[in-house]
């Protein structure tokens, strides 16, 4: 499928889905290349979960072809989930074991040995800044400590390609930090391939090499970082590509200072 | 507020409609018209039974007939609202805290959540029915004026009702605010009910104090239920002729009522405007190993199944249900079996334990993903072969349903005057090894094409869509019909090996159909994960 010569970890072509026919991702092209930190970026409802769920094997595509690690999806798919590591929309978190519980058991379910996912399982509460929430249920963790959890569970088995459907949407400064230096050391270190949507773009910029652009549906702008925002923050180019075309001021004009008691 | 009103009711009714309306509602709605088909009559006849009840005690105009007419009436109907109330409502319509943005004095959104949960909740139609048969009755028996007075004490009845359960769902909710502290008040009062049930049962047929003694001591404690206490004395004093009388019990009616609803109200808002973290403990040292179920996917699959149904609160109600039945059935029934009847029969009580523990776990088998929310696009994400995690929710389920049964049996044992024989020990295990399969095969249909996202409370209904409780019903009847069959024979021919053998063939062809079936399920459960996986994780809730 790939005509070039550099090595991708994520490759769709025409990848396409519809819900009730109408089309919620059309004709992606996407090309991630291995190694890369890629911001997957559109407004709300543009496709960018559909898309990574289709990539994840959550959701089954309407139409073209997806390659993951060089796998076909369709007919490799199994075998691909355990190269890669998701952090879904909502999560994946069994809310009633531990914190401790819940990696050593994803751990497991990846196929690492018992004493070997454990030693992971302590390692990486250690490095989330949750070793003495350990012992606590899943349930009880507040949000940014469950996201926080997710990505470890993401990380346990050691995945060549990470997919983070917005993992900072919901949680506070402190946590944003703690999960960005996380993920910067990941991709400098070379370890992993970082697949990552948000539209909170100023962490983005910060941390991505390269980025694709989704609106309604359709990839609009895709290539590295500086080949995407050009001359511009990502920001301006974001809203210049996918921004809003009604001008300000129209409608709503019953909006407006009202005089009190009236 | 008629707007405010409006508004409010809408959003109920809109929200009953979309639940009929979404993936799956129209069996939901079969399934509902059906239990409404079954409760509308049964509504019916304790109304015109109530009704009835009340002719006869306007009739009697004052005496004992009169007084205990009253009583039971508003007893008996305030006892029975509240206790279904309570085991059913998930008081969605009553949590402040999402209506607190809304430029609406917080005191009228709940009291109106109050009025459209009476108006709106089909349950409710049926205790309305019930005090509309009260009013009936009265006024054929004695039409008159006095049946405004009537109708003020039955809607304020309805009102006080609603309004104390309220007050006990906000305190509930306050106090036991961590969940483990819940989830065991909840089982600590499940257990009170159940041994307080038993005690009853058991001094049944015991020498009971003469009913004059106990007046008294019922007249100090009737105070408790004040909704059904007021009416009670105003319906006395109204159904005897006395009007003026019954004012006063009226007037202290509604004061009680106002009172209880302020601090409801006062609790709610209170909950919903300091809403924190539940302050849960811990549950292990980080990096513990407990269980000793080691390696491998297989075994995380059934550590993880175990663990889940171990901090499951039905889980743990059902061990305690159990053998406490079990005791029951083997004080009272067995002992009123005679010898003569035979060894198969004797040993009815037993087999029967032994089809209760798969039955206390009906929610457990047909709705097998129901509690895994997000958890369970884990189990799609990962490399797993579904057929082994369909496996290990069987197993894991088998082995507490066997834990159940042989504590109950036990107990049976300890405690049953009329021992059923040995050899039925061993069949009643064949029988619930043989039944396990079948169940399991066919609640994994159920679990993969109805699941539903379920809460970690005690009430059963909130872990099963109406349509998966009405196929249970049919599964189990059809499981215990085939079961039965040898059964029959055995008693006909009276040869027990007849019974055995015949369950050892049942559970060798459900143990075959099982392992021919499971990975077609799981394929099933591969192939609908788009629908699946939003039912399960709460995402269409």
């Given at each position: 499928?790939?005509?070039?010569?550099e090595?991708?970890?994520?490759?769709?072509?025409?990848?396409?889905?519809?819900?009730?026919?109408?089309?919620?991702?059309?004709?992606?092209?996407?090309?991630?290349p291995?190694?890369?930190?890629?911001?997957f970026?559109?407004?709300?409802?543009a496709?960018?979960?559909?898309?990574?769920?289709?990539?994840?094997?959550?959701?089954?595509p309407?139409?073209?072809?997806?390659?993951?690690?060089?796998?076909?999806?369709?007919?490799?798919?199994?075998?691909?989930?355990?190269?890669?590591?998701?952090?879904?929309?909502?999560?994946a978190?069994?809310?009633?074991?531990?914190?401790?519980?819940?990696?050593?058991?994803?751990g497991?379910?990846?196929?690492?040995?018992?004493?070997?996912?454990?030693?992971?399982?302590?390692?990486l509460?250690?490095?989330?800044?949750?070793s003495a929430e350990?012992?606590?249920l899943?349930?009880?963790?507040?949000h940014?400590m469950?996201?926080?959890?997710?990505?470890?569970?993401?990380?346990?088995h050691?995945?060549?390609l990470?997919?983070?459907?917005?993992?900072?949407?919901?949680?506070?400064?402190?946590?944003?930090?703690?999960?960005?230096?996380?993920?910067?050391d990941l991709?400098?270190?070379?370890a992993?391939?970082?697949f990552?949507?948000?539209?909170?773009?100023?962490?983005?910029?910060r941390?991505?090499?390269?980025?694709?652009?989704?609106?309604?549906?359709r990839?609009?702008?895709?290539?590295?970082?500086?080949?995407?925002?050009?001359?511009?923050?990502?920001?301006?180019?974001?809203?210049?590509?996918?921004?809003?075309?009604?001008?300000?001021?129209?409608?709503l004009s019953?909006?407006?200072?009202?005089?009190?008691?009236? | 507020m008629?707007?405010?009103f409006?508004?409010?009711?809408?959003?109920?009714?809109?929200?009953?409609?979309?639940?009929?309306?979404?993936?799956?509602?129209?069996?939901?709605?079969?399934?509902?018209?059906?239990l409404?088909?079954?409760?509308?009559?049964?509504?019916?006849?304790?109304?015109v039974?109530?009704?009835?009840?009340?002719?006869?005690?306007?009739?009697?105009?004052?005496?004992?007939?009169?007084?205990v007419?009253?009583?039971a009436?508003?007893?008996?109907?305030?006892?029975?609202?509240t206790?279904v109330?309570?085991?059913?409502?998930?008081?969605?319509g009553?949590?402040?805290?999402r209506?607190?943005?809304?430029?609406?004095?917080?005191?009228?959104?709940?009291?109106?959540?109050?009025?459209t949960?009476?108006?709106?909740d089909?349950?409710?139609?049926?205790?309305?029915?019930?005090?509309?048969?009260?009013?009936?009755?009265?006024?054929?028996?004695?039409?008159?004026?006095?049946?405004?007075?009537?109708?003020?004490?039955?809607?304020?009845?309805?009102?006080?009702?609603v309004?104390?359960?309220?007050?006990?769902?906000?305190?509930?909710?306050?106090?036991l605010?961590?969940?483990?502290?819940?989830?065991?008040?909840m089982?600590?009062?499940?257990?009170?009910?159940v041994g307080?049930l038993?005690?009853?049962?058991?001094?049944?047929?015991r020498?009971?104090?003469?009913?004059?003694?106990?007046?008294?001591?019922?007249?100090?404690?009737?105070?408790?239920?004040?909704?059904g206490?007021f009416?009670?004395?105003?319906?006395r004093?109204?159904?005897?002729?006395?009007?003026?009388?019954?004012?006063?019990?009226?007037a202290?009616?509604l004061?009680?009522?106002?009172?209880?609803?302020?601090l409801a109200?006062?609790?709610?808002?209170?909950?919903?405007?300091?809403?924190?973290?539940s302050?849960?403990?811990?549950?292990?040292?980080?990096?513990?190993?407990?269980?000793g179920?080691?390696?491998?996917?297989f075994g995380?699959?059934?550590?993880?199944?175990?663990?889940?149904l171990y901090?499951?609160?039905?889980?743990r109600?059902d061990?305690?249900?159990?053998?406490?039945?079990?005791?029951?059935?083997?004080?009272?029934?067995?002992?009123?079996?005679?010898?003569e009847?035979?060894e198969?029969?004797?040993?009815?009580?037993?087999?029967?334990?032994?089809?209760?523990?798969?039955?206390?776990?009906?929610?457990?088998?047909?709705?097998?993903?129901g509690?895994?929310?997000g958890?369970?696009?884990?189990?799609?994400l990962?490399?797993?072969?579904?057929?082994?995690?369909l496996?290990a929710?069987?197993?894991?389920?088998?082995?507490?349903?066997?834990v159940?049964?042989?504590?109950?049996?036990?107990?049976?044992?300890?405690?049953?005057?009329?021992?059923?024989?040995?050899?039925a020990?061993a069949?009643?295990?064949?029988?619930?090894?043989?039944?396990?399969?079948?169940?399991?095969a066919?609640?994994?249909v159920?679990?993969?094409?109805r699941?539903?996202?379920a809460?970690?409370?005690?009430?059963?209904n909130?872990?099963?869509s109406?349509?998966?409780?009405?196929?249970?019903?049919?599964?189990?009847?059809?499981?215990?019909?085939?079961?039965?069959?040898?059964?029959?024979?055995?008693?006909r021919?009276?040869?027990?090996?007849?019974?055995?053998?015949?369950?050892?063939?049942?559970?060798?062809?459900?143990?075959?159909?099982?392992r021919?079936?499971?990975?077609?399920?799981?394929?099933?459960?591969?192939?609908r994960?788009?629908?699946?996986?939003?039912?399960?994780?709460?995402?269409?809730?």
């Open positions: 499928m790939s005509d070039s010569p090595r991708l970890a994520v490759e769709t072509r025409g990848l396409t889905r519809l819900f009730d026919g109408k089309p919620a991702v059309s004709s992606l092209d996407l090309r991630v291995a190694g890369a930190f890629y911001g970026l559109g407004p709300n409802g496709g960018k979960s559909t898309t990574m769920k289709m990539l994840t094997g959550l959701l089954r309407s139409g073209g072809e997806a390659r993951v690690l060089g796998a076909d999806l369709s007919r490799d798919g199994f075998e691909v989930r355990g190269r890669i590591g998701v952090v879904p929309d909502g999560l978190l069994f809310e009633r074991l531990s914190g401790a519980e819940m990696l050593r058991i994803q497991q379910l990846y196929g690492l040995d018992r004493k070997v996912a454990a030693l992971r399982a302590g390692e509460l250690e490095a989330m800044e949750l350990g012992g606590k899943v349930q009880d963790y507040s940014g469950k996201k926080k959890l997710a990505l470890a569970c993401a990380l346990i050691g995945p060549e990470l997919f983070l459907d917005e993992p900072f949407e919901g949680i506070d400064a402190v946590a944003v930090s703690g999960i960005r230096r996380m993920l910067q991709v400098a270190r070379r992993l391939t970082i990552l949507t948000s539209h909170v773009l100023e962490v983005v910029e941390l991505v090499t390269h980025v694709g652009i989704i609106h309604h549906g990839l609009i702008a895709q290539g590295s970082l500086a080949e995407v925002r050009a001359t511009g923050s990502l920001e301006e180019t974001f809203i210049r590509l996918v921004g809003e075309e009604r001008p300000a001021g129209t409608g019953w909006l407006g200072p009202r005089e009190v008691g009236a | 008629r707007n405010e409006r508004a409010l009711a809408e959003l109920r009714g809109r929200l009953l409609w979309r639940r009929f309306t979404a993936r799956g509602g129209i069996a939901e709605g079969v399934a509902s018209v059906v409404l088909v079954i409760a509308v009559p049964v509504g019916l006849a304790f109304a039974a109530i009704g009835f009840g009340a002719f006869q005690a306007v009739r009697a105009a004052g005496g004992l007939r009169t007084d007419g009253a009583s009436i508003f007893f008996g109907i305030w006892q029975t609202w206790a109330s309570l085991t059913l409502n998930d008081r969605d009553l949590d402040l805290r209506f607190l943005v809304f430029p609406i004095r917080p005191a009228r959104v709940y009291a109106m959540g109050l009025l949960g009476l108006l709106g089909p349950v409710g139609l049926v205790w309305g029915a019930m005090l509309g048969g009260v009013f009936v009755g009265a006024a054929i028996a004695r039409p008159g004026a006095w049946l405004a007075v009537l109708l003020v004490v039955l809607i304020a009845f309805a009102v006080a009702t309004v104390l359960i309220a007050l006990i769902q906000e305190v509930l909710a306050a106090v605010s961590t969940r483990r502290m819940r989830e065991w008040a089982i600590g009062s499940v257990g009170v009910s307080f038993v005690l009853l049962l058991w001094s049944a047929d020498p009971v104090r003469a009913a004059s003694d106990a007046i008294p001591v019922l007249r100090i404690i009737q105070w408790f239920a004040w909704p206490a009416p009670a004395a105003a319906a004093e109204l159904f005897a002729g006395r009007v003026a009388a019954s004012l006063p019990w009226i202290g009616l004061l009680a009522t106002a009172i209880t609803g302020w109200f006062r609790i709610a808002l209170a909950q919903a405007r300091g809403a924190g973290s302050g849960e403990g811990s549950v292990g040292r980080p990096g513990e190993v407990g269980l179920l080691r390696g491998g996917r995380a699959l059934l550590e993880k199944e175990a663990r889940y901090r499951q609160p039905l889980a109600v061990a305690l249900l159990a053998p406490v039945l079990m005791a029951f059935v083997a004080m009272k029934v067995e002992p009123r079996i005679p010898a009847a035979g198969v029969v004797r040993a009815l009580p037993l087999f029967g334990a032994a089809v209760y523990c798969h039955l206390l776990l009906q929610a457990f088998w047909l709705n097998a993903f509690w895994e929310r958890g369970a696009r884990a189990l799609f990962a490399p797993l072969d579904l057929t082994a995690v496996r929710k069987g197993l894991v389920l088998y082995a507490y349903s066997l159940l049964f042989l504590v109950s049996a036990a107990v049976m044992a300890a405690v049953g005057k009329g021992m059923a024989p040995p050899w020990f069949a009643a295990l064949v029988l619930h090894a043989a039944m396990a399969p079948w169940l399991f066919s609640g994994n159920v679990s993969i094409l699941p539903k996202a809460s970690f409370a005690i009430q059963r909130s872990a099963l109406t349509f998966s409780g009405l196929i249970g019903m049919g599964i189990v009847s059809a499981a215990m019909g085939a079961f039965a069959l040898p059964a029959f024979l055995a008693l021919m009276e040869s027990p090996a007849i019974l055995v053998g015949g369950w050892v063939v049942l559970g060798i062809a459900g143990a075959l159909v099982l021919g079936v499971l990975p077609r399920e799981a394929r099933l459960l591969a192939d994960r788009e629908e699946f996986l939003p039912a399960v994780c709460g995402d269409d809730a």
